[in-house]
C-alpha cells in the first residue's frame, strides 16, 4: 500500500540553524500538507501546497518557514533559524483528488529537537 | 472552522463495541465530519467522514445525527491496536484547501 515517508525521523540542531525536513508524498497526490505537533498538545496546521504553491497557511508559518517541492517526488519544510519553541513533532500529509474531503494520508513524522 | 466538542478520554474493554460521541452544534450545511485517529507515537491516520448519512467502512461505523450536530464514531469491536487518540473534525471543502483544524480529541484506552 502506497505511504507517505519522512526524513529524517529525529533530527537534532541548535538554535539558529537551519533545518530542511524531507517528505515524499504518495506519488499521484496532488495537494501536500505541513502540520506539527508539540509534545504533549494538539495536531497544528503549518500549511498546504497545490500546484507549486501555497495554498493556506495558519499564523504559526512565519517567515522563519518555507515549503518547496524541488522535484516530482520531495516535498520539503525550511526551518530557516530554528528556535526553541520549534521543537516538535512535524507530519507531513497528502491528498489525491480534487475534493478537499477525501483523506489525507499522514507521513511517520520527524522529531525537531531544537538545543 | 466549526468547533467540534469530544470527551477528553473513555475507556472500553477488548472485543466491545465502542461508541465514541462529538457535538458540533455550529456545524453549517456544507461542513463534512471527519474522523482521524493517533496512534501512539505515530502520525494520524484517517478513519471515516460523512456528511449526512451514515458511513461504513473497514475500520468503523460513523452515526450522524439528523440535525447534525452531533456524530457518533463505532468500533463495532475494540482491539487493543484501537487504543489511540481520536479526533473529530469538520471540514468545509469549499472553504479550505482541506486543512485538518485538531482539536485535542478523545483518548480511547483499551483493556485486555
Known amino acids: 500500500e502506497p505511504e507517505v515517508t519522512q526524513t529524517p525521523s529525529h533530527q537534532v540542531t541548535q538554535m539558529g540553524q537551519e533545518v530542511i525536513l524531507r517528505c515524499v508524498p504518495i506519488s499521484n497526490h496532488l495537494y501536500f500538507y505541513w502540520y506539527r505537533q508539540i509534545l504533549g498538545q494538539k495536531v497544528e496546521f503549518l500549511v498546504s501546497f497545490y500546484n507549486n504553491e501555497i495554498s493556506e497557511k495558519s499564523e504559526i508559518f512565519d517567515d522563519q518557514f518555507s515549503v518547496e517541492r524541488p522535484d516530482g517526488s520531495n516535498f520539503t519544510l525550511k526551518i530557516r533559524s530554528t528556535k526553541l519553541e520549534d521543537s516538535a513533532m512535524y507530519f507531513c500529509a497528502s491528498r489525491g483528488g480534487l475534493a478537499a474531503y477525501n483523506e489525507q494520508f499522514f507521513g511517520p513524522g520527524t522529531r525537531l529537537t531544537v538545543l | 472552522d466549526a468547533k467540534t466538542t469530544q470527551p477528553n478520554s473513555m475507556e472500553s474493554n477488548e472485543e466491545e463495541p465502542v461508541h465514541l460521541p462529538c457535538n458540533h452544534s455550529?456545524?453549517?450545511?456544507?461542513?463534512?465530519i471527519h474522523w482521524y485517529r493517533q496512534l501512539p507515537s505515530q502520525g494520524p491516520e484517517y478513519v471515516i467522514h460523512g456528511l449526512t448519512s451514515n458511513v461504513n467502512n473497514r475500520m468503523a461505523s460513523l452515526a450522524i445525527a439528523e440535525d447534525r450536530k452531533s456524530s457518533t464514531l463505532i468500533l463495532h469491536r475494540a482491539t487493543l491496536r484501537d487504543a489511540a487518540v481520536y479526533y473529530c473534525i469538520l471540514n468545509n471543502p469549499g472553504g479550505s484547501q482541506g486543512n485538518l483544524i485538531f482539536g485535542k480529541g478523545t483518548k480511547l484506552s483499551v483493556k485486555p
Open positions: 455550529t456545524i453549517s450545511g456544507t461542513d463534512y
